[in-house]
Structures are given as structure tokens and as C-alpha cells.
């Protein structure tokens, strides 16, 4: 009984799901000829159904610069094994913007939630 419940639950919560996103993990990678280790890309998934949820905090008080920031969070089924840190490519109305996974994501019977900030390339 429980578990048509959580079916059923998550049914509907997928039907949320606009966004389609890529999983790409970095992994160390040795050259054979120079010894040398560089990171290499990897790609876990593509594609995956998700949903993005935004939440903007209040301009900085009075007297401080305007700063605004914004917490991203994604949406997506439980199933699905996000490494933290990895980058998460989110394709939504068209557009695909890159971000970072902070930490291991909320798991719950319905879904998963990965909190998320935007991805900046390191020089």
C-alpha cells in the first residue's frame, strides 16, 4: 500500500519535469608517454528528465552594494547516482547553462534534490 502511494506521488511530481540534463564527472587521466596527469571528462548520463527550482534572496541592506544571489536547486528521480562536485549541464526553454554540484544530494522515495551553483572553469 505504501509503495503505490510513493508511485503515485512520484508520478506526479514528474510530471514537473521540463528540464533535461547532462552528468559530467572529471577524472584524473595519466599519459602514458609523459607521465603527466591531466583531468579528463566523462559524461555519467544524458538527457535526464529533471525540473530546476530558483530562489533569489533580497537585494544587500542599505548602504551596501546591490548583491543579489540566487540558490538553484534540481529535481530528478531517485535512481540516478550524482557524484558531489560534478558538473551538471541543465538544458531549459532552449537554453543549456552549466552548474556545479555543492554536496551529496536530499534523497527521498520520490525523487532526488541537488543543490546547485553556477559552474566557473578553473584557468
Request: glycine fraction near 4%; charge should be negative; proline fraction near 10%.
Amino acid at each position: 500500500m505504501l509503495q503505490m502511494m510513493w508511485d503515485a506521488a512520484r508520478g506526479e511530481i514528474e510530471k514537473l519535469y521540463e528540464d533535461r540534463c547532462d552528468i559530467v564527472v572529471s577524472d584524473p587521466e595519466k599519459d602514458p608517454e609523459t607521465g603527466i596527469t591531466r583531468t579528463a571528462e566523462r559524461t555519467l548520463y544524458t538527457a535526464l528528465p529533471c525540473r530546476l527550482s530558483f530562489l533569489s534572496s533580497p537585494a544587500a541592506e542599505a548602504g551596501m552594494a546591490p548583491l543579489q544571489s540566487q540558490s538553484v536547486k534540481l529535481f530528478l528521480a531517485p535512481e540516478a547516482e550524482i557524484p558531489p562536485g560534478c558538473r551538471i549541464d541543465v538544458t531549459r526553454m532552449g537554453r543549456t547553462v552549466q552548474y556545479k554540484s555543492s554536496g551529496p544530494p536530499a534523497m527521498y522515495p520520490t525523487h532526488q534534490e541537488i543543490t546547485m551553483e553556477l559552474y566557473e572553469e578553473t584557468p
